[in-house]
């Protein structure tokens, strides 16, 4: 069995697939084909938002984001403890300071009581609280309704990190609308996934999206042989666009399919293992399908001997990671605790019914 079976997804969408592949490698236009642009606007209203600017990778569009919104060295930026190393890398990388926030058990994302907390001491210590940056950790969205008022009463901007989130959503609004500005991942695994590293950026804002279109090409000013200020080199290949254009022609479908997965595992263990629930009204894109259990390393074992990959998704919180030692930051209760119990089972979209029993039953 595989963990995210992406050869299936192939077989699936093979005909199409192939002839996108073939299309882009004709066209010669392989970087910024027109097959960007076009993806740029269907991913934009596919999440409800103005503006989508793709670039090269997810945390490429975490560092674009904190450029674009102008954040300063030295700035406090507050990140979840229970994330993927590249939410706090990016701000660490522009000498911004992550303060990391411990998070819910159930919902495993941003616990605003925490976030109120760090704000305070943050305040107290004398660095300026900038930015926050929620994760829409597993597939399930932030709690919005909370973070976005939060930010609101504090005058500092929401980045929503929408890597593994895209296609969530809450009472109908899109994941990746959160944010002033959005970020998303299409590494292969992440709900939509390309061939390769690829990423994008969403706003309603005219002024991000200029900036950030100036900021994926060196600082571009009106021509490319202008550059106005510093930026990167992080453009999504055309040949990535093509992929990605096929695979969101599938991608509600897909969404019914993992949630069909989702809920037989549930079913399935629920009373067993501490499995999610997510509430009705909010939609998860089931990056993740996580559990907890005391006994991880034996259960592990027990999968990988009848065949059944899992993940830990992650030993190591932010706080714990020896890169950001010097921070000198308390470790965060809940975050350590689920880094000791969580695991991650097989979960994709072309999960059979039998393949689902057949990893809770061993469990
Ligand atoms: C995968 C991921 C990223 C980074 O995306 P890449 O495309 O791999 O650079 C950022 N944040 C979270 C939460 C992720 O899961």
Redesign the pocket.
Known sequence: MQFRDLHRQYEAMKAEMDEALLGSARSGAYIMGPQVAELEQQLAAYVGVKHCITC???????WLAMRALGLQPGDAVFVPDF?????AE?AAILDLRPVFVDVDPDTYNMDVADLERKWQQTWESGLTPAAVVA???FGRPANYNAIVDFCNKKHIPLIE?G??GFGGSIGGRKACSFGHIS?????PA?PLGCYG???ALFTDDDQYADLLRSLRVHGKGSDKYNNIRLGLNSRLDTIQAAVLQVKLRHFDDELRAVNHVAKRYTELLRGKVHVPEIPDGIVSSW?QYTIQVENRDELQARLKTNGIPSMVYYPRTMSRQTAFAHLGQEPCPVADRLSQTVLSLPMHPYMTDEEIETVASLI
Do not use: W
Request: hydrophobic share 40%; net charge negative.
């Open positions: 090269a990778n997810g945390t490429d569009a975490l994330t993927f190393f590249s939410t990016a994760v829409d950790l990190d890597a593994q970020t998303t991942s299409f590494f992440k590293d690829g990423g990056a």
